[in-house]
C-alpha cells in the first residue's frame, strides 16, 4: 500500500505532447480513476506509472521513492490489460504463479497466494485450464487475479472492462470495486467511459488532450465542473448547451438573449455582460405546464428526437441552432416534428466563459 | 451466384492445369520404376521394379549424397532457425539506434542472389583452404537463410501483441525468459514454416556445391544427380531413379507439411 | 536522459541488449552475404585469370556489360525468360482468378497441392525430367507428337537454335504458374462479394467485371508473383546448366551461366563478377519498379 505522485509529469513523442505538466496526489488505498476521451493523455499516464513508458519531464513517486528510472518489475506494481494479456500456453495456475516464480517466492507461498486470489475471484475450477477455453469474462478475472497474487503496493488498471458486454461489464464494476475495498490496494484505473468512472471512483480525474482538467469526487465534478469540457464530459445524458447574450434586466436579475431565446433569470447579476455559454443538465429542464410552474422560460423549439427509456424520457429539441435535451418522466406522445415548449430549473443551470470555457461561479467576482 | 456451367468450366480448368503439372513427375516417377530392359520411352508403365533405387543408391553413391546434403541441410537449418530467432526478436520487439538501417540491409540482402556472391566466396574459401569442406557450404547458406529468416521472425514478433510482452516484463521476466517460455510456444507454426523453407531452399541448392565441391564424398544430392547425368545419358531408368531420389525427401516434407509451404510463399518468401 | 524525442527507453525496456541478440545473425549474415558482396565488386574492377595476379582496368568489366555482344544477349535471354517465367505464369493466374471470383470451388486445397508441387522439386530434378521430355529421339513430347500423328512437328527442341531458349522457357512456364495460380486466387477469395453485385448492378459484363474489380484487387497479389518469378527467372542457373550448358551456341546463354562459365571455365573471373553484380542491380530495379506500380494507383 502506497501513495501515488505526479508531479508535473509531461511526456513528448516527437513532436506530439501526450500529457503535459500532469500533476495528481493519490492518497494510499484510493481509487482513482483516469477518465478522458481516446488521445487525452490517460493511458500514457498510466504506462508512465507503470514504466512502460519513459518520463519526457516531471517526477512520479511511489510512495517515498521517485520512480523515474526504476524498472516495472522492481517497482511492487501489478498492471490488468485491457486484452488481459494472459500468456496463452500456459495454466490458469501458471499464469496465475508467473510473477511470483520470477521473484523466486517459496512454492508453498505460491501455492497459497494462487488459491487465497482464486477464491476471492471465485476461479479456482479454471486453474487447469488454459486461456483459450475462458470467457471473456472468466479471462478477465485471472487478469484480475494474476494482479492480486502479486500483493503489490498499487493496482494499474488499463480499460479492463472495454472488451465485456455490456451486462458483465455492470456485474463486474460491482465486483472490482468490491475487491478493492477488501484489499485496500491503491488502484488507477483508466477508462473512456464516464458512466464507469462515476459509479467506481473515490475520486476521479478528468483528462482532455494531455491536460488534467478537474479533479475531485464525483459529486464535486458533477455539481461543480470547473469548465465546460469537464461539465460535458460528465453525466448521461450529457449536458446541452446554448450560447446567449447577458445583459443586467431592470428587475435586478439578468436577461438572457440568444437565437430564438429570451429568458430572465432572477439571479446572476455576477455575469459578465456579453456572450456567455449555458450549460443545462437534462433534468434541469423540463416541459411547459400549467404556466410554467416555478420554471425559467418558457422556450419554444422543435422535436428533434425522442428517447423512450421506459421510466424516463429524453426529448431533444432544437432551439435556434442549440439543441437541448429536456427530461420528463414516464412517457410522452410527443413526436420529432412537434412544436414544444419548456422551462429551466434554476440549479440545473452552469455558466461559462465563450473563450476560455472556465466556469463562471455563481457568485464569484467578473471575470 | 454461379452458373453450372462457370463452374464447370472453372473445375475443367483447374483439373487441366493440375494435370499438366503432374503429368511430367508421374512420368518420372514411372521411368524410375521401369525395368531397364523393358525400357521404351520416358514415362511409359510396365509394372513396378523397385532395383532401380537400389542401384542408384550403390552404384550411383546417392547413399554418399544424401548423406551430404542432410549434414548440410540440417546445419544451416539448425544455425539459421536460432540466429534468426534471435535477430528476429531484437528487430521485431526492442528499440534500438540504428534498428531500422540495420534491417534495411538485411532486407537487401534477402534480394542478394547466389551469383552475385558465388565468385568471391569461391577465391576467399580456396585461400583459406576450406573448399572441399563442408564448411564451404553450411557457412554461406548460413549467411542467406540468416537473411531471410531474420526477416521472417521480425514480422511474427511485431504481431505479438504488446501487452503480453508488457504483461511479462512487469510480472518480472528477462528479456531471454520472455523469449524462449512465452513468446516462443506461441511462434511454433512461424517457426516451421520457416524451417521448411530454409531446409526446401538448401537442399535444393546447386551452384554452391557445383562450385566449393570437387569431393565425390562430399557431393550434396543435385550436384550428385547432375554427375549421375553426364555419366548416364542412356541408362533412362537409373537416372530417373537417381532424380527421384534426390527430389524425394523435400516433397515428403512438403506432403506432410504443405500448409506451410504455401503460406511461406504466398507470403512472398524470397531468398538470395 | 529526460526531455528526448521518445527514444528514450522506459527502464527495464531492453535496449542494448538488443545489439547482443542481433549479432551471431548479423556476424553470419555480414560475413557471409556483405562481405563477398563487396569483394565481388572488389574483384570487378580487374581483370583476373584466378591464377596469376590480376590487373586494374577499373570499370572495364560494367563497361563489357553493354559492349560485349556475348553478354548482351545473356542479358537479352534473361529478359526473354522473364516472359516466360513471370509474366506468363501471372497471365494463366490471373485467368483462373478471374474465372474463381464468383465461383466456390470446393477442394481448392487439393488443387492447391498438387499445382504447387513443381515448385517443391529441386530445379536439377526438374532440368533432368525435362530433358527427358524434349529428348529428340525418344522424349515423351516427340513421342506424343507422333503418337497423334503430328510426327512432321518433331524436333530437338534444345538443340534448335531458335526454340532452344523457348523450350527452357516453357519449363519455367511449368514450374511457376501453379504458384501464380495459387497466390492469386487466395488473392480473389478475398474481394467483398458486394463489390461484383454492384459492378452487376452498374450493367458490367464478365470481361468489364474482371478489369474493374478483380485486377485492381490484386495488385498486391500480383506484384508478389511477378517479384518472385522474375527474381527466379533472372538467377536461371541450375535449369542452362544441365539442360544445355548455354548452347547451342549461344542460344540459352544466361547471365547466371555466364558468371559460371567466365569466372570457373574461361579465368575471367572480373568480369564474372562484374556480370554477378548487374545481375544483382537488374533484380533491384525490377523488384523496385514493380513494386512501386503496384503501390501508386490509390486503391
Known amino acids: 500500500m502506497a501513495a501515488v505522485r505526479f508531479t508535473d509529469v509531461s511526456k513528448r513523442f516527437g513532436a506530439v505532447t501526450a500529457v503535459r505538466d500532469l500533476s495528481l496526489a493519490i492518497d494510499d488505498g484510493e481509487f482513482v480513476v483516469l477518465v478522458g476521451p481516446s488521445g487525452s493523455g490517460k493511458t500514457t499516464a498510466l504506462r508512465m506509472l507503470a514504466g512502460l513508458e519513459s518520463i519526457s519531464a516531471g517526477e512520479i513517486a511511489i510512495g517515498e521513492r521517485v520512480v523515474n528510472r526504476v524498472a516495472p518489475r522492481e517497482r511492487d506494481i501489478a498492471m490488468v490489460f485491457q486484452d488481459y494479456a494472459l500468456y496463452p500456453q500456459m495454466t490458469v495456475f501458471d499464469n496465475l504463479a508467473f510473477g511470483l516464480r520470477r521473484r523466486k517466492l517459496p512454492k508453498e507461498r505460491i501455492g497459497e497466494r494462487v488459491r487465497e486470489a482464486a477464491r476471492l475471484l471465485d476461479i479456482g475450477a479454471l486453474l487447469e485450464r488454459k486461456p483459450g477455453q475462458l470467457s471473456g469474462g472468466q479471462a478477465q478475472r485471472v487478469a484480475l487475479g494474476r494482479a492480486l497474487v502479486r500483493h503489490p503496493q498499487v493496482f494499474l488498471m488499463d480499460e479492463p472492462l472495454s472488451n465485456l458486454d455490456a451486462k458483465l461489464r455492470t456485474q463486474t464494476r460491482g465486483e472490482i470495486k468490491r475487491l478493492q475495498h477488501e484489499v485496500r490496494t491503491t488502484t488507477v484505473y483508466v477508462t473512456h467511459d464516464q458512466v464507469e468512472a462515476m459509479t467506481m471512483g473515490d475520486r476521479i480525474a478528468v483528462m482532455n488532450d494531455g491536460v488534467l482538467e478537474q479533479v475531485g469526487t464525483p459529486e464535486e465534478l458533477y455539481e461543480r465542473p470547473t469548465n465546460r469540457f469537464v461539465a460535458g464530459f460528465i453525466g448521461s445524458p450529457a449536458m446541452s448547451f446554448f450560447t446567449a447574450a447577458a445583459a443586467a434586466a431592470d428587475d435586478g436579475g439578468v436577461r438572457l438573449r440568444g437565437e430564438a431565446i429570451d429568458l430572465r433569470l432572477p439571479f446572476g447579476r455576477e455575469l459578465p455582460a456579453g456572450d456567455v455559454t449555458v450549460g443545462v443538465r437534462p433534468e434541469g429542464a423540463r416541459l411547459w405546464r400549467d404556466g410554467g410552474g416555478g420554471l425559467i422560460g418558457p422556450l419554444r423549439g422543435t422535436v428533434a428526437y425522442v428517447e423512450a427509456l421506459g421510466r424516463e424520457t429524453f426529448v431533444g429539441v432544437d432551439v435556434g441552432d442549440a439543441r437541448l435535451a429536456v427530461y420528463e418522466e414516464g412517457r410522452t406522445t410527443l413526436q420529432p416534428g412537434d412544436a414544444v415548449e419548456f422551462g429551466l430549473l434554476a440549479d440545473g443551470l452552469r455558466f461559462f466563459s465563450v473563450e476560455s470555457g472556465e466556469a463562471i461561479a455563481r457568485g464569484a467576482a467578473r471575470v | 451466384m454461379t452458373s453450372r456451367r462457370d463452374l464447370s468450366v472453372t473445375y475443367a480448368i483447374l483439373g487441366a492445369f493440375s494435370l499438366f503439372a503432374l503429368l511430367p513427375i508421374v512420368g518420372i516417377v514411372f521411368t524410375a520404376v521401369q525395368d531397364q530392359g523393358a525400357l521404351a520411352a520416358f514415362g511409359t508403365f510396365h509394372g513396378v521394379h523397385l532395383g532401380n533405387f537400389a542401384d542408384a543408391w550403390r552404384d550411383g553413391n546417392f547413399g554418399t549424397y544424401l548423406r551430404s546434403s542432410a549434414i548440410v541441410a540440417i546445419s544451416v537449418v539448425a544455425a539459421a532457425v536460432l540466429l534468426s530467432i534471435l535477430a528476429g526478436y531484437a528487430f521485431g520487439l526492442m528499440r534500438f539506434r540504428g534498428a531500422e538501417v540495420l534491417f534495411y540491409v538485411f532486407l537487401l540482402g534477402l534480394m542478394i542472389p547466389t551469383e552475385a556472391i558465388i565468385v568471391p566466396l569461391y577465391y576467399d574459401f580456396r585461400d583459406l583452404g576450406l573448399t572441399d569442406t563442408y564448411w564451404a557450404l553450411i557457412l554461406p547458406q548460413a549467411g542467406t537463410s540468416v537473411a531471410f529468416g531474420t526477416f521472417w521472425m521480425r514480422a511474427y514478433f511485431r504481431s505479438v501483441p504488446r501487452?503480453?510482452?508488457?504483461?511479462?516484463?512487469?510480472?518480472?521476466?528477462?528479456?531471454?525468459f520472455t523469449l524462449w517460455r512465452v513468446l516462443l510456444p506461441l511462434a511454433r507454426p512461424a517457426v516451421l514454416t520457416m524451417t521448411v523453407l530454409l531446409f526446401m531452399w538448401t537442399w535444393n541448392e546447386f551452384l554452391l556445391a557445383l562450385v566449393m565441391?570437387?569431393?565425390?564424398?562430399?557431393?550434396?544430392?543435385?550436384?550428385?544427380?547432375?554427375?549421375?547425368?553426364?555419366?548416364?545419358?542412356?541408362?533412362?531408368?537409373?537416372?530417373?531413379?537417381?532424380?527421384?531420389?534426390?527430389?524425394?525427401?523435400?516433397?515428403?516434407?512438403?506432403?506432410?507439411?504443405?500448409?506451410?509451404f504455401i503460406r511461406g510463399m504466398l507470403s512472398g518468401a524470397v531468398k538470395g | 536522459m529526460i526531455g528526448g524525442s521518445g527514444l528514450v527507453a522506459p527502464p527495464g525496456e531492453p535496449r542494448r541488449i538488443g545489439y547482443l541478440y542481433l549479432a551471431p545473425g548479423l556476424l553470419v549474415f555480414g560475413a557471409f552475404v556483405l562481405v563477398p558482396l563487396g569483394h565481388a565488386f572488389w574483384l570487378s574492377l580487374f581483370e583476373w585469370d584466378g591464377v596469376t595476379a590480376g590487373t586494374w582496368i577499373g570499370l572495364d568489366n560494367y563497361g563489357d556489360?553493354?559492349?560485349?555482344?556475348?553478354?548482351?544477349?545473356?542479358?537479352?535471354?534473361?529478359?526473354?525468360?522473364?516472359?516466360f517465367y513471370a509474366l506468363l505464369p501471372v497471365a494463366i493466374g490471373l485467368l483462373l482468378a478471374g474465372l474463381l471470383a464468383r465461383a466456390r470451388v470446393r477442394g481448392l486445397a487439393l488443387f492447391r497441392t498438387v499445382l504447387f508441387l513443381p515448385q517443391v522439386i529441386a530445379m536439377v530434378v526438374v532440368a533432368v525430367m525435362w530433358r527427358m521430355i524434349y529428348d529428340p529421339s525418344n522424349g515423351a513430347l516427340n513421342e506424343l507428337l507422333r503418337a497423334v500423328g503430328l510426327g512432321s512437328l518433331a524436333q530437338s527442341w534444345l538443340g534448335d537454335f531458335d526454340l532452344a531458349l523457348s523450350s527452357l522457357g516453357l519449363v519455367g512456364t511449368w514450374v511457376y504458374y501453379g504458384l501464380a495460380m495459387v497466390l492469386l486466387t487466395a488473392g480473389v477469395q478475398k474481394i467483398p462479394p458486394s463489390?461484383?453485385?454492384?459492378?452487376?448492378?452498374?450493367?458490367?459484363?464478365?470481361?468489364?467485371?474482371?478489369?474493374?474489380?478483380?485486377?485492381?484487387?490484386?495488385?498486391?497479389?500480383?506484384?508478389?508473383?511477378?517479384?518472385?518469378?522474375?527474381?527466379?527467372?533472372?538467377?536461371?542457373?541450375?535449369?542452362?546448366?544441365?539442360?544445355?550448358?548455354?548452347?547451342?551456341?549461344?542460344?540459352?546463354?544466361?547471365?547466371?551461366?555466364?558468371?559460371?562459365?567466365?569466372?570457373?571455365?574461361?579465368?575471367?573471373?572480373?568480369?564474372?563478377?562484374?556480370?554477378?553484380?548487374?545481375?544483382?542491380?537488374?533484380?533491384?530495379?525490377?523488384?523496385?519498379?514493380?513494386?512501386?506500380?503496384?503501390?501508386?494507383?490509390?486503391?
Open chain 2, 163 to 176: 501487452s503480453l510482452v508488457e504483461a511479462a516484463r512487469i510480472d518480472g521476466a528477462s528479456s531471454w
Open chain 2, 213 to 260: 565441391v570437387s569431393d565425390e564424398g562430399l557431393r550434396t544430392a543435385p550436384l550428385g544427380l547432375s554427375f549421375f547425368q553426364g555419366r548416364n545419358t542412356s541408362n533412362l531408368t537409373l537416372l530417373a531413379a537417381g532424380a527421384v531420389i534426390v527430389a524425394m525427401p523435400v516433397v515428403v516434407v512438403y506432403v506432410f507439411l504443405q500448409r506451410h
Open chain 3, 65 to 83: 556489360v553493354v559492349s560485349d555482344p556475348a553478354l548482351r544477349r545473356a542479358f537479352w535471354h534473361a529478359l526473354v525468360l522473364i516472359g
Open chain 3, 195 to 299: 463489390l461484383y453485385d454492384a459492378a452487376r448492378v452498374d450493367g458490367a459484363g464478365m470481361v468489364r467485371e474482371f478489369f474493374a474489380v478483380t485486377l485492381p484487387a490484386l495488385r498486391g497479389e500480383i506484384a508478389v508473383a511477378l517479384t518472385l518469378t522474375t527474381i527466379y527467372a533472372l538467377r536461371n542457373f541450375d535449369l542452362v546448366y544441365i539442360t544445355t550448358k548455354g548452347g547451342p551456341g549461344e542460344a540459352t546463354s544466361v547471365p547466371a551461366f555466364q558468371v559460371y562459365s567466365r569466372a570457373f571455365e574461361s579465368g575471367q573471373v572480373g568480369s564474372a563478377a562484374a556480370v554477378g553484380l548487374c545481375l544483382t542491380a537488374l533484380i533491384f530495379a525490377i523488384t523496385f519498379a514493380i513494386n512501386r506500380t503496384a503501390e501508386r494507383r490509390p486503391a
